[in-house]
Nanobody
Framework: QVQLVESGGGLVQAGGSLRLSCAAS????????MGWFRQATGKEREFVAE????????SYAGSVKGRFTISRDNAKNTVYLQMNSLKPEDTAVYYC????????????WGQGTQVTVSS
């Protein structure tokens, strides 16, 4: 497994931007598809975005498509989530996760970082 640490969360006004980072350590970072998930208070955790090991393939939840961008730097063992045009409904704890190539289950998770969007 890989160890993950998120950073970059905070309080921002609606319409603003934040960039989340997730630093990985342990096994080879390029062996993993990386994803971002979020969980709002009282709700289930939901998928936000993911990126393939070589960054060729990305996918997004419909609610964030066109506003969020996932990227990675394998030389820095880091994945990013650029969040623009933030809305109050984006308020949640955001988690970074990793799944090994050719597997379907995310089995490494970070501790989460809080994002709060005020109206």
């Amino acid at each position: 497994q890989v160890q993950l640490v998120e950073s970059g969360g905070g309080l921002v006004q609606a319409g603003g931007s934040l960039r989340l980072s997730c630093a990985a350590s342990g096994r080879s970072f390029s062996d993993y598809t990386m994803g971002w998930f979020r969980q709002a208070t009282g709700k289930e955790r939901e998928f936000v975005a993911e990126i393939s090991w070589n960054a060729y393939i990305t996918s997004y939840a419909g609610s964030v498509k066109g506003r969020f961008t996932i990227s990675r730097d394998n030389a820095k063992n880091t994945v990013y989530l650029q969040m623009n045009s933030l809305k109050p409904e984006d308020t949640a704890v955001y988690y970074c996760a990793a799944r090994a190539r050719l597997t379907a289950v995310y089995n490494s998770w970070g501790q989460g970082t809080q994002v709060t969007v005020s109206s």
